[in-house]
């Protein structure tokens, strides 16, 4: 039963997320997203609106300097103005009407002289300063001309959230950014650790990612996160879920719309670890991640992907699966997401005999056939070694049918596999 997110669910048999290692239970089919009330906690302060109650403007009257000396120059001004034209109005009327004429029109024509200098000045600095040419843009910085065939964007033009204009290139940076976040089989750095406690860890973070009803995304991440720290610190086997359920913390900050709390993630752990160690672990983290933790991850190349071939939502779903199964494989740390992205992808379409790599395939995602083989045979001998019962925790999810039995499937024959992987 999926627990709330906002205060620790009923404690009832079987209900508890059992602590490290644990036997993973049947995921039930997954329900609507909790939503999360936004109302203040009880006797906290409401929140106040932006701007006005910040600066209080409409309580403050705001008088600049000057003003008031301005207005003081001003009547007095008008006030001797009137007195003055009261007293003169006589001698006014016995003024010439010549000499008014010739005076208004000498100083219509001083008037036209200054107005044609002061804009013929800014014109001539213009022209002084304006370049001979026009600069051309360089070549690394003009947008690649996409070819029609390959185009899969523009039926998203009037969609302003799928980002058409820039989509490609999108991907294309997070590919180049890849290379900023390689990693290595760090397994021989940890002391306390083995690949069968990560792929415990990974099991269980499933689980959570299920229960919190959490974004696909999410889980990725914390992954990614969770085998960066590692290569770089040393954890004791203790607090290895702690490292785990910190992680996930974090990737739901970064993910999610309404993540859940810290006194959540205790609750999953069983209390095992107190409020400050939790905290302390997240800054420990960031820290050494350098507070970069825009990731890329293989799930968004994996959707990218799909889209080119439009390919249907039982097959991405299967290609999901393995991409899934793969966060478990100590070998397959090392593959680039977009890399592996692409091997899950060729061995869903080779499974749904749905044909091979297609050109629009290689021209978004940069990989040729030869360049996926390595990959493919990587994940086609982890999906034909016998399974662990004490991780069950991703097979079982995709044998619900609101991932189509994908798990169910009998996997691809190699020879089908070499014949796709030769063409």
Known sequence: MPLSRGKKAAVTAGSKIPKLPAATTENQEEGPQVKRSSSPPHGAPKKRTAFIDITNAHKVQISLPGRKKDAAKKQVKKTSSTSVSAKNHVNLKKSSSVSSEETTAEREKTGEEEAQKDVAAPVKELEAAAPPAALEVPAHLQKQAIPEEFDIDSESSEDCYMCPEYAKDIFDY????????????????????????????????????????LYHETLYLAVKLTDHYLSQTPVHREMLQLVGSTTMLIASKFEERSPPCVDDFLYICDDAYKREELISMEASILQALSFDINIPIPYRFLRRYAKCVNAGMDTLTLARYYCELSLMDMELVIERGSLLASACLLMALVTRDLGGWRPILQFHSGYQTSDLAPVVRKLHAMLLAPPDDKLRAIRNKYSHKVFFEVASLPLVDIDILERALSQ
């Open 174 to 213: 997070l590919k180049q950014r890849e290379e900023k976040f390689v990693l290595c089989n760090y397994m021989s750095k940890q002391s306390s650790l083995n690949t069968e406690m990560r792929a415990i860890l990974i099991d269980w973070l499933v689980e959570v990612q299920e229960n919190f009803e």
